[in-house]
T-cell receptor
């Protein structure tokens, strides 16, 4: 158990819909990262938040957005869903702030299926 | 963008055999990481490497950070059935100013161990 929690574990929805994935980082971690894992693209970094502010952006679509709240939990919002958005979405957290505090610990993931 | 080439893509071995997998990149990295992912779970960090030439062990696992900073390998000695899973390498650049860069993942090596 990494200490990172993600809900829901599974999500089935239809094209065009909007979903919200939730992540709670390990206690004491200030950084939260979101990743998408699909069969063809592998693990792709989407976005990072540190202490409530966006720190880095990866291959995140404009239809996707994220935020980190004052209690440090984070939400990833996926809108206008397409079939190709079906994937595993992972959240990871790290202490953040200093290079030797940046080991990322991954949550169990949310499996999204868009029909 | 940056890509990591991880090989082999899959391995089928007999219990007790040693395993070797590697990652190469066209870019240099400041950090190499090796993760293991089991079905239904998020990636779990196995070994982190921070210096070129560094050789680090974690039980039966040994990983090295290549001198050129463009490659890394992971060895598993005396494999056992619970070693089954997908092993991912990940490279990370340190941004100017010392903050961490994004993690770039390889496509993974799927390991199957026959008892």
């Amino acid at each position: 158990d990494s200490g990172v929690t993600q809900t829901p574990k599974h999500l089935i929805t239809a094209t065009g819909q909007r979903v919200t994935l939730r992540c709670s980082p390990r206690s004491g971690d200030l950084s939260v990262y979101w990743y998408q894992q699909s069969l063809d693209q592998g693990l792709q970094f989407l976005i990072q938040y540190y202490n409530g502010e966006e720190r880095a952006k990866g291959n995140i679509l404009e239809r996707f957005s994220a935020q980190q709240f004052p209690d440090l939990h984070s939400e990833l919002n996926l809108s206008s869903l397409e079939l190709g958005d079906s994937a595993l979405y992972f959240c990871a957290s790290s202490v953040g702030g200093l290079p030797n505090q940046e080991t990322q610990y991954f949550g169990p993931g949310t499996r999204l299926l868009v029909l | 963008g940056q890509q990591l080439n991880q090989s082999p893509q899959s391995m089928f071995i007999q219990e007790g055999e040693d395993v070797s997998m590697n990652c190469t990149s066209s870019s240099i990295f400041n950090t190499w990481l090796w993760y293991k992912q089991e079905p239904g779970e998020g990636p779990v960090l196995l070994i982190a490497l921070y210096k070129a030439g560094e050789l680090t062990s974690n039980g039966r696992l040994t990983a090295q950070f290549g001198i050129t900073r463009k490659d890394s390998f992971l060895n598993i000695s005396a494999s056992i059935p619970s070693d089954v899973g997908i092993y991912f390498c990940a490279g990370q650049l340190r941004n100017y100013g010392g903050s961490q860069g994004n993690l770039i993942f390889g496509k993974g090596t799927k390991l199957s161990v026959k008892p």
